[in-house]
């Protein structure tokens, strides 16, 4: 594309000014910062583990209630002990398994998850050190 030796003049006042000039391109960084994308998608993948492990710890205990009630209604209304059916028993059991999928969420944020964020966190200190001293 060529550029135009004369310039178009404004004749109208309402006529918009030329467009400005393309900004000159930045130097490339000599590497990328915030710790490499590969991290960030290993740390995904660890945070993706943990929901995955709880939620399935709780809903599939919970699912497991809802089709005994639904398709073995003899077992559920079977007496475990004096007065106490199967079916309040695994009611009852649905507040402790809670507290382990509450257990678990946890145990795998601290040995998965949190490392990996630490990790990514320094690196993004570091990088921002970095970037404040150019």
Do not use: K
Not at 32 to 57: C, E, K, M, N, W
Not at 113 to 123: G, H, K, T, W
Request: aromatic residues 8%; charged residues 20%.
């Amino acid at each position: 594309m060529s550029q135009d030796p004369y310039p178009p003049r404004l004749t109208y006042p309402w006529q918009p000014p030329p467009p400005p000039p393309p900004p000159t391109p930045r130097r490339p960084d000599h590497r990328a910062p915030l710790g490499h994308h590969s991290d960030l998608r290993i740390l995904r993948g660890a945070y993706r583990r943990q929901r995955r492990v709880a939620t399935f710890t709780a809903l599939g205990y919970f699912v497991l209630f809802l089709v005994l009630s639904a398709f073995a209604p003899s077992l559920m209304t079977a007496t475990v002990t004096a007065g106490l059916p199967a079916g309040l028993l695994l009611a009852l059991l649905q507040l402790p398994v809670t507290w382990l999928a509450i257990a678990l969420y946890e145990r795998t944020a601290r040995r998965h998850v949190d490392p990996l964020a630490d990790r990514i966190r320094r690196q993004s200190e570091i990088d921002a050190r970095r970037g404040a001293t150019r």
